[in-house]
Every structure is written in structure tokens, then in C-alpha cells.
């Protein structure tokens, strides 16, 4: 069975701090795994994604994450926040085959405090 | 722009009421999603599709109905408007969803049944 958990509801920071956003993964088949943004009132937009070549993997806004298969993680990661950067996270698991083939975790409201 | 199209933006329907939530996308995109998304949820999927003609339920089916007559509009079908219906709506296209392409949203339709 395929899952994603997002550790964090709600993650607050202060504008210019580190940023960290967890998500673990259960997959019973080489997951692939994105992170998507959403703005307020705004569509999903990609950040990432790990297409099992490097490990660590570089997204847009400066936003990176780690796929870790011994921990089953794959963190969103941001050295500095920055007010633009307030907005809700998802961890999405997708499996090499079928259609019907995303997973999405329930999400992480990032707000970042001037 | 190329992307998915969703209209309207924001709706409000009477109990009873019936409507129809258009998405048109411009990718000549085969697969073709759409999801609801409830406060402090994930994106749970409604009804997908894997081509022109086709068609098949997705996690919560019940009260919505879809077609496919062309690549391009997928069109999501609310008969019978229910309180329970009140969500965010997202349509979503891939070229292949067995690769690490992606999927692109639309900005969804923010329904309200009162």
C-alpha cells in the first residue's frame, strides 16, 4: 500500500530562518515523489520532484529535499524563508505504474513571521 | 498560456441545484483528473481519465459525474448539490502518469452549496 504522512500540520518560522518541512512515505513499489506548492487561492505549482537519479534533489524559490529510502523521508528544506514563501506544502507519492497513481499527503501550512 | 483551464473560479449553489465544472487543457494531455480538496485534507480524487471516451471512478465518486468526449475538456458534473459538496476543485493532466513528468492544475473552483 502506497501512503505519505506529513509530520507537521502547521510549521511556523521567522523570515530569513532555516526552513523544514517532513514527510514520510510508505510505498510498496520504487516510489517517485514530488512536492507541490499552493499559494492562497492559487492551483498546485511543482517545487520538485526525485526521479531516482540524485538523492538530493533542487527545486525552484531555493527550495531542495533529501530522498532518504533508509528512513523512508524526503524533507522539503529552505536555508532562509522568505514572506513569499508563506503557503500550504504537499508531499506527493506517485507509483511507477497505472493511472490512478498519486497520493497526497494532507499537507504543511508554512507561515513565515516578518 | 498552456495549462489547465478551470471556470468558474468561485460559485455558490442551493441545495438541489445542479451544475457543471468545466476544465479544458491545451497539452494534448491523455490523462485527466479531478480532485477535491477539504480544509486540512489532501486532495482526494474524484474521477479520472485515460483518454477520450474514457472514464473511471476515482476515491469519492458519489454525487458527481463526468464525460470525455474530446483530449482537450473533462468536465465535472454536480446533479443533485449537496451541503457535503462545499470544497475546493482541482482539475489535473498528465502526458504519462507512469513517469516522473508531473502533473499540471488547474486553479480551481471554490464551490459553496447552502
Known amino acids: 500500500a502506497q501512503s505519505v504522512t506529513q509530520l507537521d500540520s502547521h510549521v511556523s518560522v521567522s523570515e530569513g530562518t532555516p526552513v523544514l518541512l517532513r514527510c514520510n512515505y510508505s510505498?510498496?513499489?520504487?516510489?517517485?515523489l514530488f512536492w507541490y506548492v499552493q499559494h492562497p487561492n492559487k492551483g498546485l505549482q511543482l517545487l520538485l520532484k526525485?526521479?531516482?537519479?540524485?538523492?538530493l534533489v533542487k527545486g525552484i524559490n531555493g527550495f531542495e529535499a533529501e530522498f532518504k529510502k533508509s528512513e523512508t523521508s524526503f524533507h522539503l528544506t529552505k536555508p532562509s524563508a522568505h514572506m513569499s514563501d508563506a503557503a500550504e506544502y504537499f508531499c506527493?507519492?506517485?507509483?511507477?505504474?497505472?493511472?490512478?497513481?498519486?497520493?497526497f499527503g494532507t499537507g504543511t501550512r508554512l507561515t513565515v513571521i516578518p | 498560456n498552456a495549462g489547465v483551464t478551470q471556470t468558474p473560479k468561485f460559485r455558490i449553489l442551493k441545495i438541489g441545484q445542479s451544475m457543471t465544472l468545466q476544465c479544458t487543457q491545451d497539452?494534448?494531455?491523455?490523462?485527466m483528473y479531478w480532485y477535491r480538496q477539504d480544509p486540512g485534507m489532501g486532495l482526494k480524487l474524484i474521477y479520472y481519465?485515460?483518454?477520450?471516451?474514457?472514464?473511471d471512478k476515482g476515491e469519492v465518486p458519489n454525487g458527481y459525474n463526468v464525460s470525455r468526449s474530446t483530449t482537450e475538456d473533462f468536465p465535472l458534473r454536480l446533479e443533485l448539490a449537496a451541503p457535503s459538496q462545499t470544497s475546493v476543485y482541482f482539475c489535473?493532466?498528465?502526458?504519462?502518469?507512469?513517469?516522473?513528468?508531473?502533473?499540471?492544475f488547474g486553479s480551481g473552483t471554490r464551490l459553496t452549496v447552502v
Open positions: 489535473a493532466s498528465t502526458l504519462r502518469p507512469e513517469t516522473n513528468y508531473g502533473y499540471t
Open positions: 526525485y526521479t531516482s537519479a540524485a538523492t
Open positions: 510505498s510498496s513499489y520504487s516510489p517517485s
Open positions: 481519465s485515460v483518454g477520450a471516451g474514457i472514464t
Open positions: 506527493v507519492v506517485t507509483l511507477q505504474t497505472g493511472a490512478n497513481n498519486l497520493f
Open positions: 497539452m494534448n494531455h491523455n490523462y
